[in-house]
Nanobody, 112 residues
Framework: VQLVESGGGLVQPGGSLRLSCVDSRALFSFRAMAWYRQTPGKERVLVASTNRGVTSYLDSVKGRFTISRDNAKNTLYLQMNSLKPEDTAVYYC????????WGQGTQVTVSS
């Protein structure tokens, strides 16, 4: 298994979660990485990315989510604060750009 996401769960609106993704593929530190999310019946959406120290976010998560990485651990993180019901989705990490292989994702459910 090359991509393992974790850290999801059920949280109340306004709560926080920290997602982690271990990427066992080669050259992790050289690759632009991203978090995506998907809800049933809809396409996967880019949520946040990090590329050579430059981060970018989906407008709806700006100021609430923070993407970071630890290259020594081949791990990508997504700190999610002030969660809203509309953040409910399966979250995936992968390279920024087209990808053919995906991990199992981690379910995030925001509900009271």
């Amino acid at each position: 298994v090359q991509l393992v996401e974790s850290g999801g769960g059920l949280v109340q609106p306004g709560g926080s979660l920290r997602l982690s993704c271990v990427d066992s593929r080669a050259l992790f530190s050289f690759r632009a990485m991203a978090w995506y999310r998907q809800t049933p019946g809809k396409e996967r959406v880019l949520v946040a990315s990090t590329n050579r120290g430059v981060t970018s976010y989906l407008d709806s998560v700006k100021g609430r989510f923070t993407i970071s990485r630890d290259n020594a651990k081949n791990t990508l993180y997504l700190q999610m604060n002030s969660l809203k019901p509309e953040d409910t989705a399966v979250y995936y990490c992968n390279n920024l750009g087209p990808n053919n292989v995906w991990g199992q994702g981690t379910q995030v459910t925001v509900s009271s």
